[in-house]
Protein backbone atom coordinates (compact mmCIF):
# COMPACT_ATOMS: atom_id res chain seq x y z
CA UNK A 1 0.00 0.00 0.00
CA UNK A 2 1.03 3.70 -0.30
CA UNK A 3 -0.18 6.49 1.67
CA UNK A 4 -0.54 10.24 0.06
CA UNK A 5 -0.23 13.72 1.35
CA UNK A 6 -0.34 16.59 -0.91
CA UNK A 7 1.42 20.05 -0.02
CA UNK A 8 1.93 23.50 -1.74
CA UNK A 9 -1.31 24.53 -2.41
CA UNK A 10 -3.06 28.12 -1.53
CA UNK A 11 -3.76 31.53 -3.23
CA UNK A 12 -1.92 32.82 -6.47
CA UNK A 13 -2.99 35.43 -8.50
CA UNK A 14 -3.63 35.48 -12.65
CA UNK A 15 -0.57 34.63 -14.32
CA UNK A 16 1.15 32.97 -11.29
CA UNK A 17 2.71 29.95 -10.59
CA UNK A 18 2.59 27.37 -7.80
CA UNK A 19 4.48 24.06 -7.29
CA UNK A 20 2.36 21.00 -5.66
CA UNK A 21 3.98 18.07 -3.89
CA UNK A 22 2.58 14.81 -3.04
CA UNK A 23 5.15 12.55 -0.71
CA UNK A 24 4.24 8.65 -0.49
CA UNK A 25 4.91 6.74 1.99
CA UNK A 26 6.64 3.16 1.66
CA UNK A 27 9.48 1.80 0.10
CA UNK A 28 7.77 0.57 -3.70
CA UNK A 29 6.86 4.68 -5.02
CA UNK A 30 8.88 3.40 -8.39
CA UNK A 31 6.07 0.87 -9.06
CA UNK A 32 3.65 3.53 -8.81
CA UNK A 33 2.31 5.51 -12.12
CA UNK A 34 0.82 8.56 -10.38
CA UNK A 35 -1.60 11.30 -11.11
CA UNK A 36 -2.95 14.93 -10.81
CA UNK A 37 -6.58 15.28 -10.48
CA UNK A 38 -8.65 18.29 -9.20
CA UNK A 39 -12.24 18.59 -8.65
CA UNK A 40 -14.25 21.96 -8.89
CA UNK A 41 -17.32 22.39 -7.16
CA UNK A 42 -20.08 21.42 -8.72
CA UNK A 43 -17.48 19.73 -11.09
CA UNK A 44 -16.61 16.24 -11.94
CA UNK A 45 -12.88 15.55 -10.99
CA UNK A 46 -10.47 15.13 -13.58
CA UNK A 47 -6.86 13.95 -14.88
CA UNK A 48 -4.66 17.04 -15.51
CA UNK A 49 -1.81 15.20 -15.50
CA UNK A 50 -0.39 11.53 -15.11
CA UNK A 51 3.28 10.18 -15.33
CA UNK A 52 4.28 6.62 -15.63
CA UNK A 53 6.21 4.43 -13.63
CA UNK A 54 9.73 5.45 -15.15
CA UNK A 55 8.50 9.29 -16.01
CA UNK A 56 9.13 8.33 -19.76
CA UNK A 57 5.34 8.78 -20.48
CA UNK A 58 2.73 11.76 -19.35
CA UNK A 59 -0.49 12.50 -19.92
CA UNK A 60 -2.11 16.19 -19.66
CA UNK A 61 -5.59 17.24 -20.06
CA UNK A 62 -5.84 20.01 -23.22
CA UNK A 63 -6.61 23.02 -20.53
CA UNK A 64 -3.04 22.60 -19.47
CA UNK A 65 -0.85 21.62 -21.52
CA UNK A 66 2.14 23.84 -21.86
CA UNK A 67 1.44 25.53 -18.36
CA UNK A 68 1.24 23.09 -15.88
CA UNK A 69 4.12 20.12 -15.79
CA UNK A 70 4.27 16.91 -13.76
CA UNK A 71 7.41 14.97 -12.68
CA UNK A 72 8.68 12.58 -10.11
CA UNK A 73 11.29 12.21 -7.81
CA UNK A 74 12.07 8.64 -7.03
CA UNK A 75 14.44 8.94 -4.92
CA UNK A 76 12.37 11.91 -2.62
CA UNK A 77 9.25 9.38 -3.08
CA UNK A 78 7.13 12.56 -4.06
CA UNK A 79 5.57 13.43 -7.39
CA UNK A 80 5.21 17.26 -8.44
CA UNK A 81 2.72 19.37 -10.28
CA UNK A 82 4.24 22.29 -11.85
CA UNK A 83 1.44 25.02 -12.48
CA UNK A 84 2.55 28.06 -14.06
CA UNK A 85 0.51 30.80 -16.13
CA UNK A 86 -2.32 30.16 -13.32
CA UNK A 87 -5.76 30.95 -14.52
CA UNK A 88 -8.77 31.44 -12.08
CA UNK A 89 -10.54 28.41 -13.63
CA UNK A 90 -7.56 26.32 -12.29
CA UNK A 91 -9.38 27.01 -9.04
CA UNK A 92 -10.19 23.45 -7.46
CA UNK A 93 -9.09 21.38 -4.64
CA UNK A 94 -6.08 19.45 -6.24
CA UNK A 95 -5.39 15.50 -5.41
CA UNK A 96 -2.55 12.92 -6.31
CA UNK A 97 -3.70 9.39 -7.01
CA UNK A 98 -1.28 6.02 -7.06
CA UNK A 99 -1.94 3.10 -9.77
CA UNK A 100 0.11 0.21 -10.07
CA UNK A 101 -1.58 -0.53 -12.89
CA UNK A 102 -0.45 1.34 -16.44
CA UNK A 103 -0.91 5.61 -16.13
CA UNK A 104 -3.81 6.65 -16.82
CA UNK A 105 -6.41 9.58 -16.96
CA UNK A 106 -9.38 7.40 -15.86
CA UNK A 107 -9.91 8.16 -11.91
CA UNK A 108 -11.30 4.62 -11.53
CA UNK A 109 -8.12 3.46 -12.17
CA UNK A 110 -6.23 4.89 -9.15
CA UNK A 111 -6.56 3.05 -5.88
CA UNK A 112 -4.85 5.42 -3.64
CA UNK A 113 -5.23 8.96 -3.21
CA UNK A 114 -3.92 11.64 -1.09
CA UNK A 115 -6.61 14.28 0.82
CA UNK A 116 -6.53 16.56 -1.53
CA UNK A 117 -5.09 20.31 -1.42
CA UNK A 118 -7.03 23.86 -2.37
CA UNK A 119 -5.67 26.05 -5.05
CA UNK A 120 -7.28 29.24 -5.00
CA UNK A 121 -6.30 31.29 -8.45
CA UNK A 122 -7.45 34.91 -8.08
CA UNK A 123 -8.46 37.10 -11.29
Known amino acids: QVQLVESGGGLVQAGGSLRLSCAAS????????MGWFRQAPGKERECVAALSRSGDSTYYADSVKGRFTISRDNAKNTVYLQMNSAKPEDTAVYYCAATSSQFSYYAWRYGYWGQGTQVTVSS
Open 26 to 33: GRTFSTYA
